[in-house]
């Protein structure tokens, strides 16, 4: 039986938080060659995001700012949880 909180995850899109992606980052070598330069260029990556969406989230002044476009004007709700269901 699945409980509230896994049915909650069931309508968003995980991405890695954005402390991990800079560990990541900075400690495997090639990470940033697929996964971007940094959080900004690996949101825009991971949700293939292109166009004036790509470009809001490219220019967003911080990522808090970028997460906050990417769930109220792209309409991607977004978790740091990974869950296999």
């Known amino acids: 039986m699945t409980d509230n909180k896994n049915l909650n995850l069931i309508n968003k899109r995980y991405i890695m938080d954005?402390?991990?992606?800079?560990?990541?980052?900075?400690n495997v070598n090639g990470f940033t060659n697929v996964n971007g330069n940094n959080y900004l260029e690996h949101i825009v990556l991971i949700f293939k995001l292109d166009g004036e969406n790509k470009k809001k989230i490219l220019e967003?002044?911080?990522?808090?700012?970028?997460?906050?476009?990417?769930?109220?004007?792209i309409k991607i709700n977004i978790t740091h949880e990974y869950y296999i269901f």
Not at 18 to 26: C, D, G, V
Not at 60 to 73: F, R, V, Y
């Open 60 to 73: 967003a002044p911080s990522i808090k700012e970028a997460k906050h476009i990417l769930e109220t004007q």
């Open 18 to 26: 954005e402390n991990l992606f800079q560990s990541l980052a900075s």
